[in-house]
């Protein structure tokens, strides 16, 4: 059976909110995958970052397949045996009291936000229903109604209203404007250490101690959503490290579930926390026993290999060689760890080309906000195997290439295997 049979039956049956790269995968380990006709790709999307621990590895699938042989549900109507012992790992880990475990990442952000509004009418006095939460231009915290509420990103809110209120925008990066931004009614500051999605931003140095700042001097709640930069990727345990600056509220998925399930969590100090009583919250999987074994897998596997200080250094060293390539195309290259975008410049079209054609040469990477080619491999990846990746990308981003006259606006109808 060929790629192409696969894909025309997601195509005929599938709904077509994505458009992937014509690539069918059918089997990974570690940095690499084959499609089904047996050729080989590095993976350098790592699933958006939830594959930190490379595909299958080998201490989580071994955690997953012992607790398959023992309890993989029980819902929350009663305890299982594991979910504490999680739970008290992850607070440790990461230095909070409490942690409420979720599935995926856009339910720990609906969490922390229902969280954060409770603490600010029963604990800041916040007249009942009048709060607002600040958030970044550029953000993708999920899809749900109420975060696509606050997106500024035109299609994620298309046709999806009426909208949640109680969100202000302020620009990405600048701390002057959250300031200004800040009421009496305000409950706290919601944004991504870095924007992933939003094209791997990087704000400005010194943006996330004076987010810090500012909602400490305003006794607003500061959120981190860590679901893209958590866990190792951007050369720091967690991205809020590189700056000290703890936040009230971190928001973890992806890379939580070891690459192999959805784990996320929602974390903060009791006094927050303890605004949830019996049946306020809940999810019929968070924490469940597989979950929570996997969960504690992926943090020791974090630990005992050092992930974060493998980001940083093949980090540094992946971005320097990036930018020795001598390419008329790009514009910039910017990240954090392993957490590398590469931007194209406007009149030379959009990134996809160049994700197609690295695609053909066996690397796999997806653009981001049009313009930005993301390098996000795993964590295990080895300085050969960036090497490896290097020698295609910059025969990509050096070879003459033809520019479309007009980007294909309708990309998100097109057929996956006709233009
Ligand atoms: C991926 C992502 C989410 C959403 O996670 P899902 O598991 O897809 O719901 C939220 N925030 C950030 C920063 C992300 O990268």
């Keep these: 059976m060929t790629g192409s049979y696969f894909m025309e039956l997601e195509y005929r049956y599938g709904a077509h909110n994505y458009k992937p ?8 380990e570690g940095v690499w995958v084959w499609d089904v006709e047996g050729n080989k790709y590095l993976d350098m999307l790592s699933a958006y970052s939830a594959l930190n621990h490379g595909h299958r590895h080998p201490k989580i699938i071994e955690a997953l397949r012992r607790q398959t042989e023992k309890l993989t549900l029980t819902s929350r109507a009663f305890y299982n045996n594991l979910l504490g012992q999680f739970e008290e790992k992850l ?15 856009a339910e720990a952000v609906e969490s922390a936000l229902k969280i954060a509004r409770k603490w600010a009418y029963y604990k800041k006095g916040i007249p009942m ?38 969100f202000k925008v302020a620009p990405f990066g600048d701390s002057k404007a959250v300031e200004k931004l800040i009421d009496d009614e305000t409950i706290g500051v919601l944004v991504e250490p870095i924007q992933g999605e939003g094209g791997v ?31 190792g990727r951007t050369g720091k345990i ?15 998925g992806k890379a939580l579930g070891g690459g192999v399930y959805p784990v996320s969590a929602v974390l903060a100090n009791d006094q927050i926390m303890d605004v949830l009583k019996p049946g306020d919250h809940g999810s ?31 980090g540094e060293y992946f971005m320097k060689q990036l930018r020795s390539i001598e390419s008329d195309y790009v514009k910039e290259v910017r990240g954090k760890g392993l957490l590398i975008g590469v931007e194209i410049k406007k009149e030379y079209g959009t990134a996809r080309p160049f994700c197609e054609k ?3 040469l066996g690397v796999l990477c997806k653009e981001t906000h ?13 300085s050969e195997e960036i090497d490896w990746a290097l020698e295609r990308i910059s025969k990509v981003l050096t070879e003459p290439i033809q520019v479309k006259e007009k980007a294909t606006e309708n990309s998100q109808k097109a057929h996956p295997l006709k233009g």
């Design 284 to 314: 019929t999987f968070g924490g469940n026993p597989l979950a929570a074994a996997v969960g504690i897998a992926a943090i020791e596997v974090l630990e005992n290999e050092r992930l974060d200080l493998r980001a940083f250094e093949l």
């Design 91 to 105: 607070a440790l880990f990461s230095g909070y009291e409490k942690v409420l475990p979720m599935n995926t990442g």
């Design 21 to 28: 790269i014509p690539v069918v995968i059918e089997k990974g």
């Design 201 to 231: 931003r990087v704000p400005p140095e010194g943006y996330l101690r004076e987010l810090r700042e500012i909602c400490s001097k305003h006794r607003a709640l500061l959120l981190f959503d860590e679901i893209q930069t958590g866990l």
């Design 358 to 360: 690295l695609a053909k």
């Design 129 to 166: 229903n009048k709060g607002n939460i600040i958030v970044a231009e550029g953000n993708f915290h999920g899809r749900t109604i109420t975060i696509v509420s606050f997106s500024t990103e035109e299609q994620y809110r298309d046709g999806f209203g009426p909208y949640t209120p109680g």
């Design 370 to 382: 049009d313009q930005v080619v993301r390098f996000a491999p795993p964590l295990v990846i080895k």
């Design 238 to 252: 967690f991205a809020w490290h590189w700056e000290d600056a703890k936040p009230d509220i971190l928001i973890l």
